[in-house]
């Protein structure tokens, strides 16, 4: 079965720093492409990074490009999300999701992960 | 303000069919770029409905169904019931480089 867990969320202030981690399993973690996306209170989802699956080409939304990072370490089947220079506007659920092989659509999601931006 | 764009809310009696519309652009879904949807009910994680405009994943009923015409798609729900009352999403990918997955503000579907 395959599972996605986030970890890693919780209540910062604005400035600070935090890092999201995303724990797969029940298929070959290092054969995929993976995303991380987000949902604000009350708003819609929004896409903010990918990654490959040899994690040597990442792309981010603007809205966090050159504050957030992710990277991978498919020897611990995990994904991760360093997120720097927080802002009210971060304060969300963030879910990992796992890219269909060859295509663009997200075929599972991890639970999410609520990170809290406030001082 | 998304890139594809959604009704906020629609609402249907049991046993009825409803559509949503998702309309984008030339840099997605008039690219060519397939349209997915995905259902999300409150606290829980998105759900994959409809992949490659029309396609169900194993376990979504056919009574869920997609199409794709142009810049627009659209989702139907037919035979209409109560557990369905969710949110939908839109989804497509988008050639430009400020966000390449890109999804539609979302639409709360009650059902009366």
């Known amino acids: 079965e395959v599972q996605l867990v986030e970890s890693g969320g919780g209540l910062v202030q604005p400035g600070g720093s935090l890092r999201l981690s995303c724990a797969a399993s029940?298929?070959?973690?290092?054969?995929?492409?993976m995303n991380w996306v987000r949902q604000a209170p009350g708003k819609g989802l929004e896409w903010i990074s990918y990654?490959?699956?040899?994690?040597?080409?990442?792309y981010y939304a603007d809205s966090v490009k050159g504050r957030f990072t992710i990277s991978r370490d498919d020897a611990k089947n995990s994904l991760y999300l360093q997120m720097d220079s927080l802002r009210a506007e971060d304060t969300a659920v963030y879910y990992c999701?796992?890219?269909?092989?060859?295509?663009?659509?997200?075929?599972?999601w991890g639970q999410g992960a609520l990170v809290t931006v406030a001082s | 303000q998304s890139v594809l764009t959604q009704p906020p809310s629609v609402s249907g009696a049991p046993g009825q069919r409803v559509t949503i519309s998702c309309t984008g652009s030339?840099?997605?879904?008039?690219?060519?770029?397939?349209v997915h949807w995905y259902q999300k009910f409150p606290g829980t994680a998105p759900k994959l409905l409809i992949y490659?405009?029309?396609n169900r994943p194993s376990g979504v009923p056919d009574r869920f169904s997609g199409s794709k015409s142009g810049t627009s798609a659209s989702l139907a729900i037919t035979g209409l019931q109560a557990d369905d009352e969710a949110e939908y999403y839109c989804q497509s990918h988008d050639s430009s480089p400020s966000g390449y997955w890109v999804f539609g503000g979302g639409t709360k579907l009650t059902v009366l």
């Open positions: 490659g405009n029309n």
């Open positions: 990654i490959s699956y040899s994690g040597s080409t990442t």
């Open positions: 999701a796992r890219i269909d092989i060859g295509v663009y659509y997200l075929d599972y």
């Open positions: 029940g298929f070959i973690f290092s054969r995929y492409e």
């Open positions: 030339s840099s997605n879904i008039g690219a060519g770029y397939d």
